[in-house]
């Protein structure tokens, strides 16, 4: 083997070599940097809806809920989701649905009694609870806040409240709304009391 030979083949043994470590040397772990947000973007949701309307349902399949909303925001690092003008129409098990209105609203995820994760929709300025029975008895209730609990069919406020009905009208501070039975409990706090107005001429 001449010298010129001996140069070649050591290389041609390089060149192979370098192009087999090429093909099988292990990946190079790419890390990704995360951008900063322009400053324009700081504080501005993540999704946002015009005149929205979003049906929930449970797991086996029910109506759980309608929301229909003028304004969606959602904020994802927050875990909020801010709604305007509001009406959320809820099934139940009674024998009419339950329909809620107000000006502003909110929705989160939080933990129930029982310990699981479940949504509340926190509702607030001008709430108006509502339910219409098909033989003309209904049920209209009015506080500045409320809050609903879809899972469990439920609703509260601890502020004032006024409650009318076919027969008079019913006021306190506080209440409790089981929407799966349509029963009420109203509360009262000093110096406040409940107080019940009936309309004699509803049981003629």
Request: glycine share 6%; charged share 20%; proline share 7%.
């Amino acid at each position: 083997m001449t010298f010129a030979s001996g140069v070649r083949l050591v290389a041609l043994t390089l060149a192979l070599l370098l192009l087999a470590w090429l093909v099988w040397r292990p990946p190079t772990a790419i890390v990704a940097t995360a951008e900063p947000l322009p400053s324009a973007f700081i504080g501005q949701p993540d999704l946002y809806m015009l005149d929205a309307q979003i049906t929930q349902y449970t797991d086996s399949g029910d109506l759980k809920y309608v929301l229909e909303s003028e304004h969606v925001r959602h904020f994802e690092t927050a875990g909020m989701t801010r709604l305007s003008d509001p009406v959320l129409l809820l099934q139940g098990d009674a024998q009419a649905p339950w329909k809620v209105k107000a000006k502003q609203g909110f929705i989160r995820r939080e933990p129930s009694p029982g310990g699981n994760i479940e949504e509340v929709v926190y509702l607030r300025e001008d709430v108006a609870l509502l339910q219409q029975l098909p033989d003309g008895r209904f049920l209209k209730l009015k506080s500045p806040t409320l809050y609903v609990y879809p899972d469990r069919q439920f609703a509260q406020t601890n502020d004032s409240v006024m409650i009318d009905t076919e027969g008079g009208r019913t006021t306190g501070t506080g209440l409790a709304v089981n929407m799966a039975d349509a029963t009420l409990k109203v509360a009262s706090e000093p110096p406040s009391r409940v107080q019940t107005i009936i309309l004699i001429d509803q049981f003629k």
